[in-house]
């Protein structure tokens, strides 16, 4: 298994919702990234997880909450987001130290998340 | 200045026509990943390169550690390789980091 999935594809979710992205791997990759990005601009990374803790939190708002239970999930947990956090949620593993000319990078197919 | 700047940021092409993207980066990397996105779409990861050339398809990619430049090159292009060719280069110095990315280049090709 050589992907990253990412669940759900769409979400529309209310300021007042409680809702989760769920991202799963199983190529044994031991770094684990969230990203949000904007129509027409690069990803921007939130949060990276390593051996499943927090390692880095690029002073993310509280109401994204990261949560990694095992080494092949990780979970975002969104309550009363508003209508600018809408973008485009990718998900993303590596190795932690990438071997030359080892695996890269995989991306999931992102979480199109829409804040009414 | 972006520590990894793309040219062109756009491009349209004609369909057949050989195509070069160019990225230059100013830190230390491990590695350099270019990057497929079509429109609302996810992103896929074409190459990673640490040095010298990688050819898949009608893809390849250089890099030139010294120069901190890297090419991706489309022969024969086809309309469906329209889509964002980003490059995104990771840090040297060990652990998860996260990617730097470019701004990308829009790539069209023209039938």
């Known amino acids: 298994d050589t992907e990253v999935t990412q669940t759900p594809k769409h979400l529309v979710m209310g300021m007042t919702n409680k809702k989760s992205l769920k991202c799963e791997q199983h190529m044994g990759h031991r770094a684990m990234y969230w990203y949000k990005q904007k129509a027409k601009k690069p990803p921007e990374l939130m949060f990276v997880?390593?051996?499943?803790?927090?390692?880095i939190n690029e002073s993310v708002p509280s109401r994204f909450s990261p949560e990694c239970p095992n080494s092949s999930l990780l979970n975002l947990h969104l309550h009363a987001l508003q209508p600018e956090d809408s973008a485009l949620y990718l998900c993303?593993?590596?190795?932690?130290?990438?071997?030359?000319?080892?695996?890269?990078?995989?991306f999931g197919s992102g979480t199109r998340l829409t804040v009414v | 200045k972006n520590e990894v700047e793309q040219s062109p940021q756009n491009l349209t092409a004609q369909e057949g026509e050989f195509i070069t993207i160019n990225c230059s980066y100013s830190?230390?990397?491990?590695?350099l990943h270019w990057l497929q996105q079509h429109p609302g779409g996810g992103i896929v990861s074409l190459f990673m390169l640490s040095s010298g050339k990688k050819k898949h398809g009608r893809l390849i990619a250089t890099i030139n550690i010294q120069e901190k430049h890297s090419s991706l090159h489309i022969t024969a292009s086809h309309p469906r390789d329209s889509a964002v060719y980003i490059c995104?280069?990771?840090?040297?110095?060990?652990?998860?980091?996260?990617?730097?990315f470019g701004k990308g280049t829009h790539l069209i090709i023209q039938p």
């Open positions: 830190v230390g990397i491990s590695a």
């Open positions: 993303a593993s590596s190795q932690v130290f990438p071997r030359l000319g080892g695996e890269g990078y995989t």
């Open positions: 995104a280069v990771r840090r040297s110095g060990g652990g998860a980091d996260g990617l730097t």
């Open positions: 997880y390593s051996y499943e803790k927090l390692s």
